[in-house]
């Protein structure tokens, strides 16, 4: 069995290694947040493709 040793009493590298393994991992997903976008809100992308389409 090992002996304890406190965090502040380790070095630097092990201390760095210890916090490493303890920070989270978000898998496959990315952070940010996301939401849908708003159909009824004016979209000037989608405006300006069907201005093109109708001009055809």
């Not at 380790?10 to 978000?26: A, F, T, Y």
């Not at 979209?43 to 069907?50: D, E, G, I, P, V």
Request: net charge positive.
């Amino acid at each position: 069995m090992e002996k304890f040793i406190p965090l502040s009493k380790m070095s630097k590298k092990k201390q760095q290694e210890i916090h490493r393994l303890s920070r989270k991992d978000w898998g496959g997903i990315s952070p940010v947040t996301r939401k849908e976008k708003n159909p009824r809100a004016y979209n000037r992308a989608l405006q300006k493709a069907c201005d093109r389409k109708e001009i055809y």
